[in-house]
């Protein structure tokens, strides 16, 4: 692999696992056993990898948000379940960037680049979502005002965007299958009461399984 | 009723199609850039969904080609949907369904037991039917094992 794709992957992980304000130029090298002045030939600073790392983010989330966009996830009630998969597919690719969300005011407010494309980001999701939801009840798989729709798609899109901030904050974990197992969970209670009972079904499974995630988590830790 | 949903389905299609404009407003690029001159100029740079709306139609058929260029993008969502489903169908609980099938198997065979004991009763070959009505009542599943091996081991010795 190519020292400067090195880089980034060592500079990501980083980012992720220690967080973004505490991690230096410097540490990276470390990490990388490279000189500080290798690692500055590849990049001028911690800004620009910041940059093309969020360029990378932008891109593939930006493709996955569009595709509810462009045609429905679920062509029939039949396939009503796809869209619920999906959450799960956006929020594993968040999961990857997630420092960017553990300390999102700090970086908006640091690099101007990321703070536009981060907005551009936010609209995308909340037209993927209402998309989602506008096609849901289309074929009357929830039922619900226009208004009360718009209310949704806006607090589905608040959960999204804050939910591992929140779950770190609360349980202090960095867990990625328990964190995104129950972001999904909790973006489907927001839309349960509009359900009908068939869907309640993929719910309630829904739940069994993160009552199971959690036990295994605690016998992990007992151990 | 149909007619209503259909308004109501048309309104919604309507606002997604506006959000969805509203995110290409925001989204676009060349909005970014408009943006900067007009804040440049010293005017307040549009925050209203509706200016954002404005900005998404400017822009829309730039966008739908942008979204043609994603159906790449689609393609690899919907072969990571397929691999989240395979991952959720195996974690998933058993189904009520699944169960209520496993207990009627189970009725269905208590009562060919019971079918079955009646008959050998009946025929004065079992002195003693106690034992294989005993055991069913306490334990269905274990007494429907039991009492089918008894049946097939002892019935033929006590007739030779």
Known sequence: MKTRDRILITSLELFNTEGEATTTTLDIANVM????????????????????????YETALGGTLTAPL????????????????????????????RFLYYNLDNILQR???????????????????????????????????????????????????FWFNYEKLLHGRDQQQVTIHQGVLQLLTMIAPYLGNEQLTFYRDCESIYKRMLDDETRRRQR | MTDDKNKMTDKASEIAKHIWLAGVGAYGRAVDEAHGRLEKAGVESPKLFRDLVKAGEALEEEAQGALQAGQQARHSVEERINRVRDNFNLQRPVKGEDLLALHEK??????????????????????????????RKKKPAAGTRRGTSAKTTRGPKRLS
């Open chain 1, 33 to 56: 056993e490279i000189s500080p002045g290798n690692l500055y030939y590849h990049f001028k600073g911690k800004e620009q990898i910041i940059s093309e790392l969020f360029e990378q």
């Open chain 2, 106 to 135: 189970i009725d269905r065979l208590n009562n060919k037991i019971d079918a079955l004991s009646a008959s050998l009763a009946a025929s004065g070959v079992v002195k003693t039917p106690r034992k294989s009505a005993a055991p």
């Open chain 1, 70 to 97: 462009e045609r429905p996830l679920s062509e029939s009630r039949g396939q009503v379940e796809d869209n619920w998969y999906y959450l799960y597919v956006v929020l594993e690719e968040m999961f990857q960037y």
């Open chain 1, 111 to 161: 690099y101007e680049g990321v703070r536009k494309g981060f907005q551009r980001l936010l609209q995308l999701k909340r037209a993927a979502l209402y998309a989602i939801c506008q096609t849901l009840l289309e074929q009357s798989v929830i039922s619900a005002r226009e208004q009360q729709l718009v209310g949704l798609v806006d607090n589905m899109t608040l959960t999204l965007t």
